[in-house]
């Protein structure tokens, strides 16, 4: 599947790093243009999930809220990424650990059962 990794607001990101859900494989680099093509098993659903320093972490939403699963050959996915805050906010909320849970479902079913929860 391919797309294009952009700031919100404003250009192409060259060089975030784009996966298959997060830990699954290697990333592959997004191109001077933010643009990327990334092979995707065959049968699964899946999501694109993008990384680059100084952003959020995101991911293909369909136009919606939320993460979207997308199949094989899909083109033209426009991932948005978040620009992290350059102040230090003291009043920052950490986000709630069920918001993980879509990109890191094993990790959260582990730490779920753990005393760490
Ligand atoms: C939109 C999908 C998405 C969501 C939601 C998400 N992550 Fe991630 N996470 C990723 C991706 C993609 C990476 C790999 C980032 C990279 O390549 O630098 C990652 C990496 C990480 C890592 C580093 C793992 C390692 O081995 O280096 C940690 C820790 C982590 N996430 C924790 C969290 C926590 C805690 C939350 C919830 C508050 C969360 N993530 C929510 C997509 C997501």
Same mark, same amino acid.
């Given at each position: ?10 250009? @192409?990101?060259?060089? =975030?790093? !784009?996966?298959?859900? $997060?830990?699954? /494989? ?7 243009? *933010? #643009?990327?093509?990334?092979?995707? @098993?065959?049968?699964? =659903?899946? !999501?694109?999930?993008? $990384?680059?320093? /100084? ?7 369909? *136009? #919606? ?8 050959? =899909? ?43």
């Amino acid at each position: 599947m391919s797309g294009t990794v952009a700031r919100a607001g404003g250009g @192409p990101i060259a060089g =975030a790093r !784009v996966r298959v859900q $997060a830990c699954l /494989g290697d990333p592959v680099l997004t191109d001077a243009g *933010g #643009g990327f093509t990334i092979a995707v @098993p065959a049968s699964a =659903a899946v !999501v694109a999930a993008a $990384a680059a320093d /100084g952003h959020y972490n995101g991911c293909w939403k369909a *136009g #919606g809220a939320e993460c979207a699963t997308v199949g094989p050959g =899909a083109s033209g996915l426009a991932i948005t990424l978040d620009p992290l805050p350059t102040d230090d906010d003291p009043a920052h909320v950490f986000r709630e650990p069920e918001t993980c849970k879509f990109c890191h479902p094993d990790i959260y079913d582990q730490w779920s059962k753990s005393v760490m929860r």
